[in-house]
């Protein structure tokens, strides 16, 4: 049973206060407000989990900005010249007086499928720790080898 179940029974079926279920449960009244208002709406269906994802992104990259990227890309690549996000960023900036940043454009050349990745540094979770099991069973020394000045060799630790 998911918790919007639970604060929804709780409220309906034991006929507990809302803000007594939602100090319990650990969630806002409104929260608890807006699972009921569903429930009557629309049954089980409504307590479903929903995404949280925004319904518009006014800062988004307009698709028509996209396209003449993905054009200048594709120009810049069949005449053999750099087709780079900062050439792209560029010749923007020669059409138009500006440009989007070039951390855009790489993101939009990668969603677009023009650059393909490359892995990068190794993980740090891959790295095997340098490390002894028991006390005393690991030992270094630095250890330089010197001649002195009658020739007899040294070592220096």
């Known amino acids: 049973m998911s918790l919007g179940q639970l604060v929804v029974a709780a409220v309906k079926v034991q006929g507990r206060i809302k803000s ?5 449960y650990r969630v806002s009244r409104g929260w608890v407000h807006e699972l009921v208002r569903r429930y009557h709406a629309q049954g089980e269906a409504g307590l479903e989990p929903r995404s949280r994802r925004p319904h518009s992104s006014p800062h988004r990259t307009p698709v028509e900005l996209e396209d003449e990227i993905v054009e200048l890309r594709k120009h810049l690549s069949d005449q053999g010249l750099d087709a780079g996000a900062h050439t792209i960023a560029y010749h923007l900036g020669e059409r138009h007086g500006g440009a989007p940043c070039v951390a855009t454009i790489w993101r ?7 650059v393909v990745p490359q892995p990068q540094k190794r993980p740090r979770s ?3 720790r340098f490390e002894a099991a028991q006390p005393n069973e690991r030992w270094q020394a630095d250890i330089t080898h010197w001649a002195l000045a009658d020739g007899t060799p040294a070592d220096i630790l």
């Open 20 to 24: 007594e279920v939602a100090r319990d």
């Open 108 to 114: 939009i050349l990668t969603r677009r499928g023009f």
């Open 126 to 128: 891959s790295y095997v």
